[in-house]
């Protein structure tokens, strides 16, 4: 069964960066579509980002915000986050989730089956 364990959550100032890690155990990382979600203080959760691979080619979509990035290391069996230019406003607790493959890149939560615990992200001065 695939476990998931994020690190790299803390406090930022605003325009700090900051990189999550998303950590996979049990199964072949590669095998799945994995995504990152936020969810801000009082808000729903929101999709952030997904990387995922289709027909032997991976592909990743555009952060909610457009600052951060996402990656894959195979050989660590890692997905990260790469968070630039934080504000305020991007104050959450991020979390990673995966799902399998068929539904391509989709940020919708209810196809997402496996969860890990979310490191908070406090932007503030």
């Known amino acids: 069964q695939l476990q998931l364990v994020e690190s790299g959550g803390g406090l930022v100032q605003p325009g700090g960066a900051l990189r999550l890690s998303c950590a996979a155990s049990?199964?072949?990382?590669?095998?799945?579509?994995i995504a990152w979600f936020r969810q801000a203080p009082g808000r729903e959760r929101e999709g952030v980002s997904v990387i995922i691979t289709i027909d032997g080619s991976t592909y990743s979509t555009d952060s909610v915000t457009g600052r951060f990035t996402i990656s894959r290391d195979t050989a660590k069996n890692t997905v990260y986050l790469q968070m630039n230019s934080l504000q305020p406003e991007d104050t959450a607790i991020y979390s990673c989730a995966a799902r399998a493959p068929g539904w391509g890149p989709s940020l919708a939560i209810s196809l997402y089956a496996s969860w890990g615990p979310g490191p908070p992200v406090p932007v503030s001065s």
């Open positions: 049990g199964r072949t990382l590669d095998h799945y579509a």
